[in-house]
């Protein structure tokens, strides 16, 4: 099975951990860059909840890159009221991600990513979500364990 880490950052810390999950799997990664600078958390926050409030589209800046040779994206964003930002999911749908295996990552303040999978099943619905890692100031999944399960699909798929 063939992976690539693609991944939203705002603040860098899903930067950061992207670039740890990319160098441990020796895989390809892709920044998925926003249209609109969304500034600090606190900002990004309003900025999406007036966007959700006035259903306004928020675009990623992107050029969609070919993912058909990829079997697994490790896909990370930070967590907006418990959600991936809309143009990440939208992102992730327009390459093409349709019943590849989706393997979700987020950083936060608090929130857990627990909330937010169920929003990503509902918007890549033909896709498989399956083991997300929770990254937040409050609680922090173990990072070990969960690179151990994603190995572990990797090399069962080859």
Known sequence: MKPIVVYFSQSGNTESLACRISDDLGCESYKIEAVNDYGSYVKALFKFTAEKITRAKSYY??????????????????????????????????????????IPFSTSGSSSISAAVPKLRKELGNSKILYPFNFSRVSKDDYDSWMRVVRTIISEEE
Request: hydrophobic share 50%; charged share 15%; aromatic share 12%.
């Open 61 to 102: 800046a992107n050029i969609l890159p070919d993912l058909s040779g990829y079997d697994m994206i490790i896909l990370g964003f930070p967590l907006w009221a418990s959600a991936p930002p809309p143009f990440v999911t939208e992102f992730i749908r327009n390459c093409g991600a349709d019943g590849k295996m989706i």
